[in-house]
């Protein structure tokens, strides 16, 4: 019986001659290492070796996306200038189409004038290209093949048969249309090698968070795909931040392309100022934060969840309701007292269902994924895409039936008031909604209370995924007096069922009764 061959080796002579390529053929173009050999470090030598040496049974690469996720200041770029020279010089194949991509046109530039810069100082690859810096293109004429940038434009890369791609940042693509483009196009290719290097971002709707998950779960053997190659480079969420041993791991270049000392002065400065703790933390140790701007700690948020949800009967109940426009999210939050001290959070969204497709496609496919799963619930009245508060007042009244429902917090100046004369129309006058008006003063003590709620775990939720996208979402303003209120306007995306949760906290009684203070809901003042 014949042997087979295994589906995978190592050619260490590929892997050589592929960590070889940096230091014999590239200098560095920048900063202090300037003129000199790319000596590879060793965490991009494991990378180029593990690429360029893992082969297939028939002699082709093994692995075809590689996501690299390291921190700021790594030289992440130079690596991918030089990743991109190799794969143009040295692929094999005739006729190849190698791109950096990136969000703009002038971050995808700068991977390329690393190389071109790279290309011209070596008189062996000056030689054999033609370094086109009016068009961002280096050719290859001995092989007919061409490196180019292009932008985060999908339509840039219609018609594009890549042999390999860098992805350069790949957290700040706000769509992954340009990917999928990239992607399907390579098919045609024998040995098609797509590189995303990257630092981590923030949004959990997108490709890159989608990658970082693959790499995760491929790195834990949760998922085998022996064509993906991952590297992540990060400090654990619940390490120290401030450690400089946290800083050392997760920051595989340290000593050499970034300083210890830089670490610490912006170390420094995240502890001075809590809004850059979260860059810090992105940027430097790699962590997956929630917005640019920290308010809610989402790791203290995700603590809150609680496994199985309270008995809520006989339990006093107030509840928030915000209505964005007249196209938009609609939240109705109700607070329940389970016990002294101790709430629960139960949402309620509904959006227009026509007015889903006005959305960005990747938001689109966000809102009827939740909408699918009973998270939200779409509206259908009369006028296409604008909020049915006829269905919505309806429910609301069904739903108040089973609780003890002190009163309704909601905007008297918003379009709130539309929903609230349906219910009484519909002859529930029972229900008592107050004004809650939106002044900083009006929301100060309730914001600040609600996070720290949410920080002592005293309110619990049961994960519901769009209350935890809008808390993600948060971003707060504050006066010179220190008041805060969440900000719709500098908030990275919707947020109206934290807003409703905090109007549902700052008229409750017992809250009133904790802090102390009245609070002003327009027509009534619960004073203690």
Known sequence: MRKQKPQFHFDEAAADRAAEFFPLFLQHTKGPMAGKPFELLPWQSQIVRDLFGWKRADGTRKYRIAYIEVPRKNGKSAFAAGLALMLLLTDGEQGGEIYSAAHTRDQAAVVYQMAASMARKDPDIAARVKVRDSRNRIMHPESDSYYRAIP????????????????????????????????????????????????????????????????????????????????????????????EAVWKAANPSIGHAVSIEYLREQCQRAQDSPAFENTFRNLHLDQWTEQSVRW??????????????????????????????????????????????????????????????????????????????????????????????????????????????????????????????????????????????????????????????????????????????????????????????????????KIDGIVAAIMALGISSQDATQSGTAYDTGEVVLAL
């Open 296 to 493: 809610m700690p989402m790791h203290a948020w995700d603590k809150c969840k609680a496994e199985t949800v309270p008995d809520l009967a006989g339990c006093r109940c107030w509840a928030g309701l915000d209505i964005a426009s007249t196209r938009d999210v609609t939240a109705l939050v109700l607070l329940f007292e389970i016990e002294r001290g101790q709430y629960w959070m139960q949402p309620h969204f509904w959006i227009p269902k026509n007015s889903i497709d006005r959305r960005s496609e990747q938001d689109r496919r966000q809102v009827l994924n939740w909408a699918e799963q009973g998270y939200m619930t779409q509206t259908d009245g009369p006028h296409s895409g604008v909020v049915d508060y006829t269905q919505i007042a309806a429910e609301m009244v069904e739903l108040f039936r089973d609780y003890d429902v002190q009163s309704v917090a909601y905007d008297p100046y918003g379009s709130a008031h539309f929903l609230v004369q349906h219910v009484h129309e519909d002859g529930h006058q029972d229900i008592n909604f107050e004004q809650f008006k939106q002044t900083i003063w009006n929301y100060s003590l309730p914001t600040k209370r609600f996070a720290e709620l949410i920080t002592t775990g005293q309110l619990q939720h049961d994960g519901d995924p769009v209350l935890r996208w809008m808390a993600s979402n948060v971003v707060v303003k504050s006066d010179v007096n220190d008041n805060v209120r969440p900000d719709k306007g500098k908030s990275q995306d």
């Open 152 to 243: 985060s434009d999908p339509e840039s890369a219609h018609g594009a048969n890549p042999s390999g791609i860098i992805f350069d940042e790949l957290h700040t693509q706000t769509s992954r249309d340009l990917w999928d483009v990239l992607q399907t196009g390579t098919g045609a290719r024998t040995q098609p090698l797509t590189i995303a290097i990257t630092t981590a971002g923030h949004d959990r709707s997108s490709i890159c968070w989608e990658l970082h998950q693959r790499a995760e779960a491929v790195l834990a053997g949760q998922v085998d795909d022996p064509s993906f190659y991952p590297v992540v480079f990060s400090a654990d969420r619940e390490a120290d931040w401030t450690d």
